[in-house]
């Protein structure tokens, strides 16, 4: 009965990724945070270094189409504000990553399936197995859906408060 309900909820979050995974391992293992893992499972800590490169690559490319006109610094502004951990956390909420990572108890109990942190690193995690699982055109309709409306956000490229800072400062 346990193994049933595993298995529903990792259908439930396929269709909120738009992806039915041919290797469902893919995305178990982008689900386990390495307060969960043992020897002989692996973490998500991998595939989050990989798909922090894809979703690198598909804003990248986003940014490029959609602002045609802005000259490279501006997109670097938009880039970091796309990128950042905030907004992965955002649409990790809006797919309710949180309920699915695999903690151990004292992680959970602390409140880590709500951790900035924690969500934007599995949210990275979850691009990797898609775009492994999947390819390149997997991970970027998952990204272009939930990274879209980010770029509508902001009318001008937005910049850190470090540089805001900066730029008053001079």
Known sequence: HRTLLRENRMIQLEGRLGHVFNCPNWLRQALAHVSSTNIHIKSNERLEFLG??????????????????????????RFTALARRETLARVARKIELGQYIELSNGERETGGAEKDSVLANTCEAVIAALYLDGGHATATKFI???????????????????TTLQEWAQ
């Open 52 to 77: 922090d490169r894809v979703l690198g690559l598909v804003i990248a490319e986003m940014l490029f189409e959609q602002f045609a006109e802005e000259e490279e610094g501006d997109l670097a502004y």
């Open 144 to 162: 272009k859906h939930y990274w879209a409306p980010f770029l509508k956000e902001e009318r001008k490229p937005p910049k850190d408060p470090k």
